[in-house]
């Protein structure tokens, strides 16, 4: 394939593009004014036919303007490949140029939304690790296109080239859908509920906010605190909604699960993993082994009994950009042999079986209990501000065995090991976490003591990785010495480059 | 059952424990003073003019407020001052540690060849006494990387020029 000839003109996007950018532009604008719109359904009937008309006018030079928009922003947006770097020109008044070497290129993503998927075209997203400025999102090429500066771009990794040989093309990992409603049912439905609540909280705000501005607000608040006042009354309602809840809880995961992960297919190619998934939005990442800073295995006792686990892999993440989801990379439904061969792909020749697991000191289980005792009375304490009645003191009967029992759980699920190149930390309540991770990708360590723990010879160890924290609390200072030193030697000594 | 702590194959490796860490400078006892001395004025000013217009009526003896002020500003100049003695900074063969806190303590190392770049400040006030801060970053959430306050001017420029030739060499 020339595929390298094609790109070193410039050169625009598929012209479909110029349908997606405009369609895009839409969504934006409707979801910021989808009120209006509300409203003007809503006093439809009350415009006179003159305002009307004029308001059809004022929509459709809208809709003319936003599509000469999308077109100008399709005819400026133009990339070509050049000396090993990706160059992009872009912008309609303020003309931005970016130059990407392929070294810091992280990731090249493939997705279609339904849009997309309709006009059979694919959007491509070149991720680095830099800033934020850096992502480059094409938002049209076919598929052929796609793949072919996908090549021209990963061509030059020499190592890829040479294994491209041995390609394996059946996938290691296919969750069927059946698998898939199994993997939803048992994940974390309270996560699934907060979730959704807090969505629901940023629709309510929304529409609260409309409400306040028509001078409503009262009717609103009166209408919710008529229904709380009711609430606090019957049982029956609380155990009502919380069946209610429970339910919208398995729902909401069921449907997240379902449109996230759809059909997810996992190859292993050229030492690099090849993730497909979604349903309404298709999703096909591309993970190199090199960019992948640490793994975690995780389960929780239901998927434990089902033989099914979920892992996360953590790539570099920018400094002051905010903590990006679409970076972390989730593979949902693994059975053990599957589990294992990632590893391997990962850390080829890792034993670490057999090694003693490390646990924290028994200062770390009082540490949880002070913090525990401590959030509990100041909740207390809002609990009589808040209310006259004393049957609000109630719910302590109910939470207090759940949060010994937590602290208990996670004092016991708290461990370390290590061998030579790997650090595994284990952790978790419910569910269990373990983390995997290379000595020689830790950015830098810290050792933290308070007063307290400096009494008992303790400390705590932080390693910090390009993608984020990784604590083992409460170890004896001379055991957090000796890997700390350890860490520091194998990061020196280290000849690999860690991204 | 292996256990991790005896399957360390090297055996000898620097320690930190029995690194020399230097402290810093004496002078930056100074600067905190000033710097803290501000903070003390400005809520000073703030509390004293809620206090002018009558907006703290609802505490009977507004003195007290003072007198707590001041019982803060001098409790947090000692911690200060104690605090300064145990800010300590090493710099080795291969990288750099910065150990700080009386209550809270912390030692920090980051390793030459993680270092993405590194940074000079002056502020104005260290300016005055010919003190600057050197900071290090790393990749990713490079928000607490390690920041050594309180050097003189020129040790700062020569560990800057060290780490700068290690990371290119």
């Known amino acids: 394939m020339d595929s390298t000839a094609n790109f070193s003109q410039f050169r625009r996007q598929s012209k479909k593009g110029i349908l997606v950018i405009y369609l895009n532009i839409l969504y934006k604008a409707f979801k910021a004014f989808w009120i209006f719109l509300f409203l003007f359904i809503q006093k439809f009937s009350k415009f006179s036919e003159s305002t009307l008309f004029y308001i059809y006018v004022g929509v459709a030079l809208l809709l003319i303007f936003f599509f000469i928009r999308a077109y100008l922003i399709f005819k400026n947006f133009q990339f070509k490949i050049e000396n090993h770097h990706f160059i992009l020109k872009k912008g309609i008044i303020k003309k931005t140029n970016t130059s990407i070497s392929f070294d810091r290129i992280q990731n090249i993503n493939f997705k279609q939304n339904i849009i997309q998927q309709i006009i059979n075209v694919h959007e491509v997203n070149i991720e680095t690790a830099g800033s934020s400025k850096a992502e480059i999102s094409i938002k049209a090429l076919s598929f052929k296109k796609a793949s072919a500066l996908k090549q021209a771009i990963t061509i030059f990794d020499k190592s890829a080239t040479e294994q491209a040989a041995e390609e394996v093309e059946t996938p290691l990992l296919k969750v069927g859908f059946l698998e898939l409603i199994k993997v939803s049912l048992t994940e974390n439905h309270l996560q699934s509920l907060l979730l959704l609540v807090a969505i629901l909280i940023s629709f309510f705000q929304q529409i609260s906010d409309l409400f306040e501005g028509l001078g409503k607000r009262e009717i609103l608040d009166n209408y919710i605190s008529k229904n709380t006042s009711s609430l606090e009354n019957s049982i029956i309602l609380i155990v009502g909604l919380l069946i209610f809840f429970t339910i919208i809880a398995v729902l909401s995961s069921v449907v997240r699960v379902v449109l996230k992960h759809f059909n997810l297919t996992v190859f292993v190619k050229n030492n690099a993993l090849e993730i497909y998934q979604g349903l309404t939005t298709k999703n096909a990442v591309i993970l190199k082994k090199d960019k992948v800073q640490h793994i975690t295995i995780s389960d929780n006792p239901i998927k434990k009994k089902l033989g099914i686990s979920f892992i996360t892999f953590k790539q570099a993440i920018s400094g002051k950009v905010k903590k990006k989801q679409d970076k972390i990379i989730k593979i949902v439904g693994c059975k053990g042999a599957q589990i294992e061969a990632i590893k391997t792909l990962l850390f080829p020749d890792e034993n670490l079986e057999n090694f003693d697991k490390n646990f924290s000191d028994s200062y770390f289980r009082n540490r949880m209990y002070l913090r525990g005792g401590l959030f509990l009375s100041i909740m207390n304490g809002v609990l009589f501000l808040a209310f006259d009645v004393s049957h609000a003191f109630w719910i302590n009967i109910l939470l207090i065995p759940v949060f010994i029992f937590s602290i208990e759980l996670s004092f016991r699920k708290q461990y370390y090991l290590f061998n030579n190149e790997f650090l595994i930390v284990g952790q978790g309540t419910i569910e269990t976490h373990k983390t995997y991770v290379p000595f020689f990708k830790v950015q830098h360590v810290k050792l933290k003591q308070t007063v307290f723990q400096a009494r008992k010879n303790i400390a705590d160890v932080v390693f910090q990785t390009a993608s984020g924290k990784i604590k083992i609390p409460c170890i004896s200072i001379a055991k957090a010495h000796k890997i700390y030193n350890y860490t520091l030697f194998k990061v020196e000594t280290s000849q690999k480059s860690w991204m | ?169």
Request: contains cysteine.
């Open chain 2, 1 to 169: 059952m292996i256990d991790s702590f005896q399957n360390i194959a090297v055996t000898s490796f620097p320690e930190i424990t029995k690194t020399d860490f230097k402290p810093i400078e004496n002078k930056y006892l100074k600067v905190i003073l000033i710097n803290t001395f501000i903070v003390f004025i400005i809520v000073l000013v703030l509390v004293f003019f809620a206090d002018y217009k009558n907006i703290l009526e609802f505490i009977e003896n507004t003195i007290w407020i003072y007198v707590g002020m001041v019982f803060c500003f001098i409790s947090v100049l000692i911690v200060k001052k104690i605090g300064l003695k145990k800010r300590k900074y090493a710099v080795r063969e291969k990288d750099i540690s910065y150990e700080k806190g009386i209550l809270f303590r912390s030692l920090t190392t980051v390793p030459f060849n993680r270092i993405q770049h590194v940074e000079i400040d002056e502020g104005p006030i260290s300016r005055l006494f010919g003190l600057v801060s050197l900071s290090v970053f790393t990749a990713g959430d490079s928000s607490d990387d390690l920041k050594v306050s309180g050097l003189l001017k020129e040790e700062a420029k020569q560990i800057k020029e060290f780490i700068s030739n290690k990371i290119d060499g």
